[in-house]
């Protein structure tokens, strides 16, 4: 809206079309994928990627699911947690060792070619997309010709395939800018939706919110086992090899909790110990606490260290736990 007001749009700032606005959110679509596993319509599951063992939203108990699942396949780059739920583990292999393609958030095609063979005779996914399809042609390095071949602007493919390698990107690619309009509908959605946030009653210290968010160093916890970033001082805290709960200075006063005290969070029928650390700056009865810390199968530098915080994280409160109980242990 501000930037339809100050006539910023289609000169400073440009719009494409969103290419699947029917998509599903990440949430609707692993909750829908809890529902189809419950009516036992689920045969087979192929997991691409990811860890959701470890870090899906804790009341789905993904853990448990997979049991339920006749066969589970799981191609990891790692052997994680998910792999150990799966009935088989395929080694991935890394973005490095593999032929594809993408788009560019502007809808440019960009390519990419391996820099070595794989290490360990792994599959990308394209290619164990390509296998579970039953397609004649499983190499990476084809499907990614195939996938460029329809936006060929020439006669010439081979011209066009190694133009495209050379550059990184097929010039001409990206999509065609949009002018949007506004809709006064859902413009008005909008705003009742901020006015309904701010109706909610602000935290308190009787009512404490607690912040998740990704760890700078460990992200959503796929780089715990690598202790040279285990090392390195976290940028406001210092801290190392651990995650704190990171509390206001007048809120450790109110709660009663001291500078390092290990702190119990007790929200939706979980409960997590986590060390405290008092941090001027931060705001007043909301608390920030990392995930990515408490791997119990990322490899012998990272399992055990510091506390998994997405036994906190549920599909309705995904980023803040409102209400949370917040006491110190002694």
Known sequence: VLNQVLGATGSTVSYSADPDPERSTHMAAIGALKAAIASGSVETLLILGGNPVYNAP????????????????????????????????????????????????DGTWTMRQPLIAPLYNGRSA??????????????????????????ASTADFEGFWRRALHDGAVEGSAWDAVQPRLDPGRLAVAVDGLRALLD????????PEVVLTVDSKMLDGRF??????QELPDALTKVTWDNAL????ATARELGIGDGEIAAIEAR???IEVPTFVLP??????????????????GKVGNGV?????????????????????????
């Open 58 to 105: 804790a009341d789905l108990r993904f853990g448990e699911l997979l049991a339920e699942v006749p066969v589970s396949i799981h191609l990891s780059l790692y052997d994680d947690e998910t792999s150990q739920r799966c009935t088989w583990h395929l080694p991935q292999a890394h973005g490095l060792e593999s032929w594809g393609d993408g788009r560019a958030w």
């Open 126 to 151: 394209v290619e164990v997309l390509a296998l579970a399809s039953g397609l004649k042609t499983t190499s990476g390095y084809e499907l990614a010709r195939e996938s460029l071949r329809g936006s």
């Open 200 to 207: 909610i009653p602000p935290p308190s210290a009787e009512r």
């Open 224 to 229: 715990a086992n690598n202790g040279w970033l």
């Open 246 to 249: 990171l509390i206001s200075p």
């Open 269 to 271: 029928g979980a409960t």
């Open 281 to 298: 700056g931060q705001a007043r009865s909301s608390m920030t606490l990392a995930l990515g810390y408490g791997r119990t199968a990322a």
């Open 306 to 330: 510091g506390t998994d915080a997405y036994h906190l994280r549920t599909t309705t409160a995904p980023h803040v736990v409102s209400g949370a109980i917040v006491r110190g242990t002694g």
